[in-house]
């Protein structure tokens, strides 16, 4: 399973968020292959899941992937809540 973190310019908050998933993938036993991006590049790469805020899950809209909005990048229960709810292991 590939899943991408996105944010605005994929450097800063899209590995933030990474590491985040990652954390909270391995919490639940669940193995994938995560990335970070930034929003443009997102849009034409190939993925399961894509992992980002509401406002930039708008220009991502028309995607194969599954979008999973997180709005705080920082905030674990979030994050976890929204992988338990969304991605399921493969």
Do not use: P, W
């Not at 992937?65 to 493969?90: G, T």
Request: with cysteine; proline share 0%; net charge negative.
């Amino acid at each position: 399973m590939k899943i991408l973190t996105v944010c605005g310019l994929g450097q800063g908050t899209s590995l933030i968020l990474k590491m985040n998933v990652e954390q909270a993938l391995g919490d639940m036993g669940i193995r994938a292959d995560v990335e970070h991006t930034d929003v443009s590049t997102a849009s034409s790469m190939n993925a399961d899941y894509i992992i980002t805020s509401n406002e930039l899950a708008e220009s991502l809209q028309g995607h194969k992937a599954k979008i999973v909005i997180v709005n705080n990048y920082f905030d674990m229960d979030e994050i976890n809540e929204a992988v338990k709810a969304n991605i399921e292991a493969s």
